[in-house]
């Protein structure tokens, strides 16, 4: 079973930066597409951004496009997301995820491949 390590959260200040990674065990997922979702306190997780498998295509959820960037390192398993400018409503449990289809069903599906387990962002005011 594939498993999706998250690391990079904590605590900052609003307008600062973090950089979230996310390390898969096995190279399968170098064909995947890979993402982040995050879920804040009593509300549904919400997709944020995906990377196809090459790193050539990517997208973002409007909250974060133009502050947030996704990278992958296939030959490390890794898929990162720089936040810059850092609010306190980007508070959230950040989930990586790997689907082994397009970035177009990354976002739109319910059910991905593989989820990791979270890593806490918390961003105060």
């Known amino acids: 079973q594939v498993q999706l390590v998250e690391s990079g959260g904590g605590l900052v200040q609003a307008g600062g930066s973090l950089r979230l990674s996310c390390t898969a065990s096995a190279p399968t997922l170098r064909t995947y597409a890979m993402g982040w979702f995050r879920q804040a306190p009593g509300k549904e997780r919400e997709f944020v951004a995906v990377i196809n498998w090459s790193g050539i295509s990517t997208y973002y959820a409007d909250s974060g496009r133009g502050r947030f960037t996704i990278s992958r390192d296939n030959a490390r398993n890794t898929v990162s997301l720089q936040m810059n400018s850092l609010g306190p409503e980007d508070t959230a449990v950040y989930y990586c995820?790997?689907?082994?289809?397009?970035?177009?069903?990354?976002?739109?599906?319910?059910?991905?491949?593989?989820w990791g387990q979270g890593t806490q962002v918390t961003v105060s005011a």
């Open positions: 995820a790997a689907h082994g289809s397009s970035i177009t069903d990354f976002v739109g599906s319910a059910h991905l491949d593989y």
